[in-house]
């Protein structure tokens, strides 16, 4: 967490998100009116956070990682460029975060030194289709691949095929990285390769994101490092 986003949050009167994100700032939410529901109910709760701000009260909305990044700006920012009333009056600020992939990168070395796609494999909102077309592109075009929401309990074969299509463009020892709890309690690190992911297979889930390193990249004790390609190295 940002300090501006710690002392958002501490400058608000209100506190609207998700379960689970908000549990993990209860420290800074005493005293505070705290909405919080479930997943499949981002649209609802950004209303209500636009209606408390319509009533005059300062809300923070709480996102994991960055709000910008598959977060809940884009669907605040939606909401209130409808003519729907809720977000009319109301002024808007998006907060900058640290990403759960800028975290888990730190942890496993330098795997984002080049050009890198972020990559959902969650299909609620997006098809599978286009995610395959999306990893398909990535592979190809040797960009180093983040994997975000792996896996949940009820999608339990997307990574698997993701995988798959991965390992057309990509060598069975290709350095990759799975971080679960990217500086969280209960934080695991695993540096392997994209055949040894599958050992991995039954510790990752939504909590965790994978790293897959291109053509280029390559294990030290120190981590995974994907060079930038300086010459005098």
């Known amino acids: 967490m940002t300090e501006r986003a710690r002392e958002a949050i501490s400058l608000s009167d209100a506190v609207v998100g998700y379960t689970r994100y908000v549990s993990l700032v209860s420290g800074l939410t005493a005293g505070k009116e705290v909405h919080s ?11 209500k956070a636009l209606l408390l701000a319509r009533s005059g009260k300062t809300v923070a909305v709480i996102s994991s990682g960055d709000s910008g990044i598959y977060g809940m700006a884009g669907v605040i920012l939606q909401l209130a460029s409808l003519d729907e009333g809720s977000g009319k009056g109301v002024r808007i600020e998006v907060i900058p975060g640290v990403p759960a992939f800028v975290s888990a990168a730190s942890l496993l070395g330098a795997p984002l030194m080049h050009d890198f796609a972020s990559i959902s494999l969650s299909d609620l909102l997006t098809p599978w289709e286009k995610i395959e077309e999306r990893l398909e592109a990535a592979a190809s075009g040797d ?6 929401n792996p896996k949940s309990a009820k999608r339990t074969g997307g990574l698997k095929k993701a995988l798959e299509t991965i390992k057309r463009h990509r060598k069975d020892s290709t350095p990759a990285g799975i971080v679960r709890n990217a500086s969280r309690e209960g934080e695991e690190i695993i540096v392997t390769d994209i055949k040894g992911i599958e050992a991995y ?25 994907t060079p930038r390609g300086y010459r005098d190295i």
């Not at 529901?37 to 209303?47: L, N, P």
Request: hydrophobic fraction near 45%; charged fraction near 15%.
């Open 37 to 47: 529901t479930g997943m499949t109910e981002e649209v609802q709760r950004c209303r």
């Open 143 to 148: 960009f180093v691949i983040i994997l975000y």
């Open 201 to 225: 297979y039954e510790r990752i889930d939504m909590l965790t994101v994978v790293i897959i390193g291109n053509s280029a990249t390559f294990t030290t004790p120190l981590g995974m490092i």
